[in-house]
């Protein structure tokens, strides 16, 4: 999963960056006495009988012998790392028996029931609450799924991340199920998940979809979207392509991106080569308006034949085509990883109580290189384009923990202190990808890749075969070389921050530092130096304020929190038209700025003078060797 960073969805048009959908299948023989005969279990939703913005929902497993089950909603869903419990989305949950009648039900959690006499159960009932309408920020630990996990329930407009409308019995996800959908016969209907069949009501107002899955799993991992919708179909290759886009103003449709997806795609299946063997993939591409009832968090969540991603409607066509690329790449990689490379925890996933594996720095990381390098390596960008973007994902990392081990902060990433340096997974994790990348093409003089090193994995393992989480960097270095593991063991595994100098030298690149004009809000280039605190509701200064002359002489200090710019209170909602509103300062203007500095108040009252940013920027080398220009040749394929 990409997600975007908030601030950038509010200042700049591009993403950065949140997966899913990781896991594979686990054999489990259910226990005799909680077995439900019927198999497959049947659900339905009905798009035409939606009340108070909720759709109703049944559940009939078949007849237990049992005569107690517990149902859950999942607490957590694969790839978004972060407690989304969809459970309390869920109203008015009635257990049916045979006769019509209640049977006693009782909520142990936020997503887990106990049926009573479940021998008796013919089906569950209950209705959906969708997630968007109650989104109050955009990023992890918001206290709700984020936005491309989510769910939304309009008159023109559902998105059916099916984890968020149904649940599982515990010892039955892996039977088989059906699933009916019913919605008006005027609605375009997607879904990755394979049409059965569909049947047209008497009057012809509604239509019923059936499909199937062979397991929870595979209910789970391929999303739907129904309503107004503008789809195009089209082959990239021996890949059908479906992009389906929900605009709710009108603003884009699909035929304006599909020459961008297009592309995009095209020069992904040549940098995979044989590795790619999806037949179809799916983008549903919801426009969000950016409203109090809207998604605020933009980015994608990735399945293993689609992806689902949500962006700013506002954007221009420009704006939306490079958000697309950066966000769309990242979800496709991820056939690389962890589709086809994962650990057990990720095979074995427990929705309810996960354990998560040490290496996120290769499900997130290495996938966010792939997404940054395939660019470049394809034509798609130029040389300074693919450093530039290098360069800003050193600056951001640096305004996260670069001490801290990967493999410890990926393990426990529900927890603080490491849940709130998960977006250094995009960050100093692509770097991580890049930095071996660059060593394995030194190491091999050219003849092998981080990206070959994947491929080696995936024919070992595969998508129903996973590596051992505690074993994995020895099988690496023993695939690879003695650098590459001592590389994972300093800086992945140990809390040594990285000397990427060390590795731009490999391929004749140099770090130079610069000082150039520059606005209030940049410290030279696209280094923003405000970031936003969601827990807060706050903007602050990061440290690449002390790289902006003008606010260095002012005093600002990393983390100052800015309370009011002048005298009008700033908070993340506002932070669009405030903090976009410093582009139009002028020199010699009067200005005002409250801040909080470790609880104390501090004012700045001050006339603009010129400000200057100091910017380090990456270089090819004049004075590059040879061999140096080599490895970058056969890195950049240039």
């Known amino acids: 999963m990409k997600i975007k960073k908030i601030l950038l969805v509010l200042i700049l048009p591009v993403l950065f960056t949140l997966i899913a ?26 798009l035409t009988a939606v009340v108070g913005d909720k759709v109703p929902v049944t559940i009939n497993p078949g007849r237990f012998t049992a005569e107690s089950v517990t149902y859950r909603l999942p607490r957590v869903i694969q790839g978004t790392y972060s407690i989304s419990d969809f459970g309390k989305y869920i109203d008015d949950l009635k257990a049916i028996d045979y006769q019509g009648n209640e049977l006693s039900v009782t909520k142990l959690d936020e997503n887990t029931w106990s049926i009573a006499k479940a021998s008796k159960l013919d089906k569950l009932i209950y209705y959906v609450n969708d997630t968007f309408d109650t989104e109050t920020s955009g990023g992890i630990g918001g206290g709700h799924p984020v936005s491309p996990s989510g769910t939304n329930i309009e008159t023109d407009n559902f998105v059916l991340n099916l984890h968020g409308f149904i649940g599982y019995f515990d010892s039955l996800k892996n039977n088989q199920y059906t699933l009916d959908v019913t919605s008006p016969s005027h609605f375009v209907r997607t879904s990755s998940l ?3 069949g569909t049947k047209i009501s008497a009057d012809g107002q509604y239509l019923t979809d059936s499909y199937f899955a062979t397991r929870y799993f595979d209910i789970i991992d391929n999303p739907m979207m129904y309503g107004k919708l503008d789809v195009e179909e089209f082959m990239v290759g021996n890949i059908k392509i479906g992009l389906s886009v929900y605009s709710p103003n009108k603003v884009h449709t699909a035929a304006n991106q599909k020459e961008t997806v297009y592309k995009m795609m095209q020069a992904q299946k040549q940098y995979l080569g044989d590795l790619n063997s999806t037949n179809r993939y ?8 950016e409203n109090e009832t809207s998604p605020k968090g933009m980015g994608a969540l990735e399945h293993h034949t689609s992806t689902v991603v949500v962006l700013p409607e506002s954007s221009s066509n420009e704006e939306l085509a490079e958000s697309i690329i950066d966000v769309v790449a ?3 990689f991820h056939i690389v990883s962890p589709l ?30 792939f997404a940054q390098h395939f660019q470049v390596y394809e034509g798609l960008i130029d040389n300074t384009t693919f450093y530039n973007t290098v360069m800003s994902k050193i600056n951001n990392s640096k305004n996260l923990n ?3 081990s990967f493999t410890e902060m990926s393990e426990n990433v529900l927890e603080e202190p490491y849940a709130s340096q998960y977006y250094n997974v995009y960050m100093k994790g692509a770097l991580i990808g890049m930095c071996m990348d660059i060593l394995i093409r030194k190491e091999s003089n050219g003849n092998r890749s981080l990206l070959s090193l994947m491929k080696e994995l995936s024919a070992k393992y595969g998508r129903n075969k996973p590596f051992m989480d505690d074993k994995f960097i020895d099988e690496i270095t023993a695939m690879t070389y003695p650098s ?8 992945v595994e140990g809390n040594v921050p990285i000397d990427y100098s060390k590795y731009f030298a490999m391929v004749g690149l140099a770090l130079v530092e610069s000082e150039t004009p520059t606005n209030y809000i940049f410290a030279g280039g696209q280094n923003i130096i405000f970031d936003a605190d969601e827990e807060k509701n706050a903007m602050f200064f990061t440290r690449m304020a002390l790289n902006n002359s003008f606010w260095k002489t002012q005093g600002v200090q990393a983390g100052d929190i800015i309370k009011k710019v002048n005298e009008v209170e700033l908070n993340i909602a506002n932070a669009q038209q405030i903090i976009g509103g410093m582009y139009a300062w002028k020199e010699g203007q009067d200005v005002s700025l409250e801040l909080e500095r470790n609880g104390n108040p501090v ?6 003078t010129k400000a200057y940013g100091k910017s380090v920027s990456l270089i090819e080398n004049d004075k590059a060797t040879i061999e140096q220009k080599e490895v970058r040749k056969v890195w950049l394929n240039k």
Request: net charge negative.
């Open 282 to 289: 799916d983008i549903y591409l919801y426009l969000s308006e």
């Open 194 to 196: 394979k049409n059965k």
């Open 340 to 369: 086809s490379v994962h650990s057990e925890d990720v095979h074995y996933f427990d929705y309810n109580n996960p354990t998560f594996s040490k290496h996120l720095w290769m499900y997130e990381g290495v996938t966010e290189y």
């Open 603 to 608: 004012l700045i009252k001050t006339k603009l």
């Open 330 to 332: 990242h979800e496709f």
């Open 21 to 46: 959908s990781l896991s594979g299948c686990v054999s489990v023989t259910p226990r005799k006495n909680d077995l439900a005969i019927n198999n497959p279990i049947e659900t339905t939703l009905d």
């Open 402 to 404: 670069d001490a801290l």
């Open 484 to 491: 590459i593991g001592n590389f994972l063991k300093t800086h």
